[in-house]
């Protein structure tokens, strides 16, 4: 039992510093926020920490929030709908627990245990440990009271970790499956697009059949979504998940039926012609033979390939020694929608923020609004920490999937025809919308973080005529080019086999 913290342990430097921390800001930020050099910031970390006898920002934000030492303020937006197994990552975070300790907890091995993560800050539209943490913490999804890191990262209940993976791993067809009670406290708790773009972002290619999009609401082309067509309703789970694969630079090959009378018009009619690298027609009698053809042709093994099809394929698809499939259902989840968090706008934080979106430099957007610089740049760090948004970039892709600015202005600036961006170009892209152009977002996508940054300004250079990078991630989500996850998934993605 972890005992509590004297109010007077820190002082009110020590406190606004790390609440800061808690925000996600850097070392730097933070300095720079508080009129402070970096290396005095480092230092009064490192008396938090010891005075509250934690190795992280985050276990000791958790210990000063649970002693009533930092501010609290209302959560934003609703409260997010988090699986058991998320919640548990949370307060593992919350002890100072690190990855090895998520594995160990679920049972996982560390590349599974980085995509549960993962999941967990998609789930809370954050970017860092210590800013889902705070979130969970003020919709009270989480109570660190009376934990400890070695219970946390307790293997759980007996027979957990077998029975929930090989429930896990069963395909469909086969017959075998988990005992009812087992099957619902494994990782099928966690939201089906998740655990689906979660198998995506660890294989090497996406292989789709025909069945898996037959009857699906019409969905403009790839070419008209580019040229900023607008959307004939809510985009299905099952196109998303192709849009990621081509923002993941992931070659994707269309699995025809030997039913197909016309294969052309098939590849054309889902509207999505333009993403297929290859489409395979299968035999009448071998069925399987389409799916390792596919493989072949794409260049990709077997072990890395995703299989995407209905359920009555998954055998077939099995049958080939495939073993990432996802079979599609007409079931809806039945978890709420998530949205990240949405700052409430006054009229001078809304233009403001129409206007970094449209690319202008803070002095611009100050002498369009009245303002002085530092108004400007104050307003828009407040809603960059209002929104968890980690930059200008991030903030406003943030507000425009959230509706909470106009793009009017911006919509009638695009133009005409927009330059083709090639996989790393929208691998980039995707990272500059997310905020997650780091070095690990830059190696999950193949690529070396100076790489990243190269592809970064011939990106810019192309979607925005300022050359600005914000101006060029709003104009890169309103186009398509990036398909962030819309809140209502229409399709059901159901794994028939581990993310790892």
């Known amino acids: 039992m972890q005992t509590k913290v004297s109010p007077t342990a820190l002082t009110s430097q020590q406190v606004a510093v790390l609440d800061r921390a808690g925000f996600g800001m850097t070392n730097a930020a933070i300095g720079a926020a508080m009129n402070l050099g970096v290396d005095t910031v480092k230092g009064y970390l490192r008396q938090v920490y010891d005075r509250l006898e934690t190795t992280n920002r985050v276990h000791a934000f958790v210990r000063a929030w649970q002693s009533g030492l930092l501010p609290r303020s209302a959560p934003v937006g609703a409260a997010p709908v988090l699986s058991d197994e998320q919640k548990l990552i949370l307060r593992i975070w919350g002890q100072g627990g690190n990855r090895r300790d998520v594995a160990r907890a679920l049972e996982v091995r560390g590349c599974a245990a980085e995509l549960y993560e993962d999941a967990v800050l998609d789930a809370l539209g954050a970017s860092k440990r210590v800013v889902a943490v705070r979130q969970a913490l003020e919709h009270q999804l989480i109570d660190p009271a009376g934990d400890t890191l070695a219970d946390l990262i307790t293997p759980r209940a007996a027979g957990w970790g077998q029975s929930g993976t090989a429930q896990f791993r069963t395909r469909q067809g086969t017959g075998a499956s988990a005992p009812e009670g087992e099957a619902q406290a494994g990782p099928e708790r966690l939201d089906p697009l998740e655990r689906a773009v979660a198998m995506l972002r660890s294989a090497h290619g996406l292989a789709v059949h025909l069945g898996a999009l037959a009857g699906l609401p019409e969905v403009p082309s790839l070419a008209e979504v580019l040229a900023g067509a607008p959307p004939r309703g809510t985009a299905p789970a099952i196109v998303r998940l192709v849009h990621q694969a081509l923002a993941l630079g992931l070659p994707c090959a269309l699995v025809l039926p030997s039913t197909a009378v016309d294969s052309d018009r098939a590849v054309t009619a889902v509207g999505l012609g333009a993403a297929w690298s290859c489409a395979v027609r ?33 055998p077939v698809a099995g049958d080939a020694g495939f073993q990432r499939i996802l079979t599609t259902t007409s079931i809806v989840p039945g978890t709420g929608p998530r949205r990240a968090p949405q700052p409430k706008l006054n009229a001078l934080e809304r ?25 400007v740049q104050s307003r828009l760090a407040d809603l960059r920490r209002r929104a968890a948004a980690v930059d200008d970039a991030h903030l406003v892709v943030r507000l425009i999937t959230a509706e909470a600015i106009s793009t009017e202005r911006l919509r009638t600036e695009l133009p005409a025809h927009l330059p083709e961006l090639d996989q790393a170009g929208r691998a980039v892209a995707a990272l500059m919308c997310t905020g997650t152009l780091s070095e690990a977002g830059a190696n999950g996508v193949g690529l070396s973080l100076r790489t990243a940054r190269a592809v970064e300004g011939r990106v810019v250079r192309a979607l925005s005529r300022r050359g600005s990078r914000t101006h060029a991630a709003a104009v890169a989500v309103m186009t398509g080019i990036v398909t962030l996850a819309p809140v209502n998934p229409t399709h059901y993605l159901e794994p028939t086999c581990p993310v790892a």
């Not at 260049?299 to 998954?314: F, K, R, S, V, W």
């Not at 403001?352 to 009245?370: D, M, P």
């Open 282 to 314: 299968q035999g009448a009698y071998r069925g399987a033979a389409a799916y390792l053809e596919a493989a072949h042709l794409l260049g990709t093994p077997i072990d890395e390939l995703l299989i995407a099809c209905t359920a009555d394929q998954a």
């Open 351 to 375: 233009q403001i923020a129409e206007l970094a979106a449209q690319g202008l430099s803070v002095t611009e957007i100050g002498h369009r609004v009245h303002a002085g610089d530092y108004l």
